[in-house]
């Protein structure tokens, strides 16, 4: 099915229809938030909330960049709440 087609679906709460559309995209994701956070288990959490970020935005994506682009943002903001979530930590 096209990308459009699945799109409309999505937005119209089809959660098959929106993992479809990820679907392609879950790896490079997943490997982006592992390269900007250096542990696994935090890339899991961080794309995890990307994609429930994603589900939730799907009606507000206007198709002004790409999927991916979109996608990629959102992980990388929620890579960025994860550092953030981290404590500080002392350098001697």
Same mark, same amino acid.
Request: aromatic share 8%.
């Given at each position: 099915? &096209? @990308?459009?087609? %699945?799109?409309? #679906?999505? /937005?119209? +709460? &089809?959660?098959?229809? =929106?993992? @479809?559309?990820?679907?392609?995209? !879950?790896?490079? %994701?997943?490997?982006?938030?592992? /390269? %900007?956070?250096?542990?696994?288990? &935090?890339?899991? &959490? *961080?794309?995890?909330?990307? %994609?429930?970020?994603?589900? !939730?935005?799907?009606?507000? =994506?206007?198709? !002004?960049?790409?999927? !991916?682009?979109?996608?990629?943002?959102? *992980?990388?903001?929620?890579?960025? #709440?994860?550092?953030? +979530? /981290?404590?500080? /930590?002392?350098?001697?």
């Amino acid at each position: 099915m &096209d @990308e459009s087609a %699945l799109l409309q #679906r999505a /937005r119209a +709460g &089809d959660d098959s229809a =929106f993992e @479809e559309l990820v679907a392609p995209y !879950r790896a490079q %994701l997943q490997a982006h938030c592992y /390269r %900007l956070l250096a542990s696994a288990h &935090d890339a899991d &959490d *961080a794309l995890q909330d990307a %994609l429930i970020g994603a589900w !939730r935005g799907i009606g507000g =994506f206007e198709g !002004r960049s790409s999927l !991916r682009a979109w996608l990629y943002r959102i *992980a990388t903001n929620a890579a960025l #709440r994860v550092v953030a +979530g /981290r404590p500080r /930590r002392l350098l001697s």
